[in-house]
């Protein structure tokens, strides 16, 4: 079987959020899914029926993963959620209104919003000229849906002490029975700071997976 990583970005990103993270893994064997937001589509995942997939997806992108017809033998939320405004009333009630400000906001400045977003995500994101302002409002819609995890598949979850976007008690909140890991330093990117630590855990989580008789050669 071929092992195949499948990268899915978040909200507000696009593909090249995993340019650093990606080069410690064999480019043939990695996909990076697009959804669209600032140039085309590029969703599309061959499979031949001899290929192992991991997903690996950062925020919204790891509902994205799930959202897919694809049969993952692991997944990897990275900064990820299922429930974005999380289930306590105190949590739910402070990040839903947040979130209303913010749909608000993108309504009238698009690109002033993104542009809040990636600061607080702790990057000075990218030099934006165009984006489909539908794509993004849908998806931005989609945050105040719930998802569940799939059965019986392996779950990684890898977060940051420091990020204000997933916080550390939603992760909590929502990952009560997975793996979860906390890096220091991160905020809401994938950078130079956590990317040893991610690249680390997600290897030692396929070996685990690997050593409990898991039949994918992983």
């Given at each position: 079987?071929?092992?195949?990583?499948?990268?899915?970005?978040?909200?507000?990103?696009?593909?090249?959020?995993?340019?650093?993270?990606?080069?410690?893994?064999?480019?043939?064997?990695?996909i990076?899914l697009?959804?669209?937001?600032?140039?085309?589509k590029?969703?599309?995942?061959?499979?031949?029926?001899?290929?192992?997939?991991?997903?690996?997806?950062?925020?919204?992108?790891?509902?994205?993963?799930?959202?897919?017809?694809?049969?993952?033998s692991?997944?990897?939320?990275?900064?990820?959620?299922?429930?974005?405004?999380?289930?306590?009333?105190?949590?739910?009630?402070?990040?839903?209104?947040?979130?209303?400000?913010?749909?608000?906001?993108?309504?009238?400045?698009p690109?002033?919003?993104?542009?809040?977003?990636?600061?607080?995500?702790?990057?000075?994101?990218?030099?934006?000229?165009?984006?489909?302002?539908?794509?993004?409002?849908?998806?931005?819609?989609?945050?105040?849906?719930?998802?569940?995890?799939?059965?019986?598949?392996?779950?990684?979850?890898?977060?940051?002490?420091?990020?204000?976007?997933?916080?550390?008690?939603?992760?909590?909140?929502?990952?009560?029975?997975?793996?979860?890991?906390?890096?220091?330093?991160?905020?809401?990117?994938?950078?130079?700071?956590?990317?040893?630590?991610?690249?680390?855990?997600?290897?030692?989580?396929?070996d685990?997976?690997?050593?409990?008789?898991?039949?994918?050669?992983i």
């Amino acid at each position: 079987m071929k092992l195949c990583f499948v990268f899915s970005h978040g909200w507000g990103f696009d593909k090249k959020i995993w340019n650093i993270l990606s080069k410690k893994f064999p480019p043939e064997n990695c996909i990076f899914l697009d959804q669209g937001y600032f140039s085309d589509k590029e969703l599309s995942i061959p499979d031949d029926g001899h290929t192992t997939f991991i997903g690996i997806g950062h925020s919204l992108g790891f509902i994205k993963l799930l959202e897919l017809k694809v049969k993952f033998s692991a997944l990897v939320a990275i900064q990820g959620f299922l429930n974005f405004l999380g289930h306590g009333q105190y949590l739910y009630c402070k990040r839903n209104l947040e979130l209303d400000v913010m749909k608000r906001h993108f309504e009238i400045y698009p690109f002033k919003t993104l542009q809040s977003f990636y600061a607080k995500c702790g990057i000075d994101g990218p030099n934006i000229t165009a984006l489909d302002k539908e794509l993004l409002r849908k998806d931005l819609n989609q945050l105040s849906l719930k998802f569940e995890l799939p059965k019986e598949v392996p779950i990684l979850v890898l977060a940051s002490k420091d990020d204000v976007v997933v916080p550390p008690n939603l992760v909590r909140d929502n990952f009560k029975n997975a793996k979860v890991f906390f890096h220091d330093k991160g905020a809401h990117r994938i950078s130079s700071l956590n990317c040893d630590f991610i690249f680390n855990k997600i290897m030692g989580f396929l070996d685990e997976i690997k050593e409990k008789g898991n039949p994918a050669k992983i």
